[in-house]
């Protein structure tokens, strides 16, 4: 059973930072694109932030610049890196990976969340 666990979130105030980090275990074969998506309260949810296993990365615009991902492909982990914090990033952040498992094929796996609120 593979698990994605985010840490990291909290409340700052604007101008602020924060650094989520997403970790995974279980019976892990390789793990292949990971990303960040973020849903507001009463929005979709939309993609933040992914990098491939290769480093290949892609930002939603609001974000550029701003924000930077970054993975450990030892370990498994993905990471944000968050400033310039802005009430609109106010959300609740999941983690989510693309992960091949012992005897199947590509399934895409999610975190439960981790909620950043940004306010003054």
């Known amino acids: 059973q593979v698990q994605l666990v985010e840490s990291g979130g909290g409340s700052v105030q604007p101008g602020g930072s924060l650094r989520l980090s997403c970790a995974t275990s279980?019976?892990?074969?390789?793990?292949?694109?990971m990303g960040w998506y973020r849903q507001a309260p009463g929005k979709q949810r939309e993609m933040v932030a992914h990098?491939?296993?290769?480093?290949?990365?892609n930002y939603i615009d609001s974000v550029k610049g701003r924000f930077t991902i970054s993975r450990d492909n030892a370990k498994n982990t993905v990471a944000l890196q968050m400033n310039s914090l802005k009430p609109e990033d106010t959300a609740l952040y999941y983690c989510n990976a693309a992960i091949t498992t012992y005897g199947t094929v590509i399934t895409n796996y999610w975190g439960k969340g981790t909620l950043v609120t940004v306010s003054s």
């Open positions: 279980g019976s892990i074969l390789s793990v292949h694109t």
């Open positions: 990098i491939t296993s290769g480093g290949s990365i």
